[in-house]
């Protein structure tokens, strides 16, 4: 249930219901941050095929042991964040003044322009996949650890402890998911409370989606297959993208409620 009395085929149907005849329109907002991180992931991967074809790195080398690997992703990365960041924050702000009736929708190119918005959605996403990477750590030191064990041939004491390992690091990978998951509603945050800072809307967004965490999921359940096509991504994007909007915008609501409960409460308590 997202909010307290609305479905997921009502959410998607009343989405269905509100971008009618906007999708094209949607479909330019929502496309850009998705091709421009498709395309430095295809850069990433010429680089590091050139490095393998030009001998400067072995393939074994990939999964780490090589220094330049992790500088060569981390400069791709930053890059990615600085070109993506803004352009998903403008799509956020473009799909909540849709799914909210905003009188006066704003422009995706003037925000672009902006270059206080830029910093801001760049500091936001930065941060969230920042929180992100602190997380999987423990998951990648265990698996690592686990892997050295296993691979030095040792008796039943180190692989039981390997094994334990492994179960460490799968329950990393799950806090991973879920941080990945709430830091999906940062862009929307920061369309929502423009006064915030990028960093609050950032750690705000944790608790902000605690217990929400199946909107995204069920969300991606019920349009992997359609979006799976290339004749349907282009349909069902602009429907996928708008629906998360508005099950965000329901949950704002259902927050301003519970917080001006509590504040009418305390004021006819004195």
């Known amino acids: 249930m997202w909010g307290e009395n609305v479905s997921i085929w009502e959410l998607t149907g009343y989405t269905r219901r509100r971008i009618r005849g906007r999708r094209a329109e949607l479909l330019l907002a929502c496309l850009p941050p998705l091709a421009v991180c498709l395309l430095f992931r295809l850069g990433e991967a010429a680089a590091f095929s050139l490095l393998l074809y030009f001998g400067a790195m072995k393939p074994i080398e990939l999964f780490g042991g090589f220094a330049g690997q992790f500088i060569i992703a981390a400069v791709l990365a930053l890059l990615r964040w600085t070109v993506t960041a803004p352009l998903i924050c403008a799509a956020a702000v473009k799909l909540r003044s849709i799914v909210t009736d905003e009188a006066e929708e704003p422009s995706v190119s003037k925000l672009l322009l902006s270059g206080g918005f830029r910093r801001r959605s760049i500091a936001a996403y930065a941060a969230g996949r920042l929180i992100c990477f602190v997380v999987l750590i423990p998951a990648a030191l ?67 989606m605690r217990g929400r965490k199946r909107l995204p999921l069920a969300l991606a359940a019920v349009y992997a297959l359609p979006m799976a096509t290339v004749a349907g991504l282009p349909v069902f994007l602009p429907e996928l993208a708008a629906a998360y909007a508005a099950g965000i915008s329901i949950f704002i609501k259902e927050d301003e409620y519970a917080r001006s409960a509590v504040r009418r409460e305390l004021g006819r308590t004195g």
């Open 142 to 208: 265990l698996g690592a650890y686990a892997l050295t064990l296993v691979s030095d041939g040792g008796g039943s004491r180190e692989l039981f402890a390997a094994w334990d390992a492994l179960i460490l690091a799968a329950v990393s990978v799950v806090l991973w998911l879920a941080a990945r998951l709430s830091t999906m509603a940062v862009p929307f945050l920061l369309a929502e409370y423009p006064e915030r800072g990028a960093l609050s809307c950032a750690f705000m967004s944790i608790g902000f």
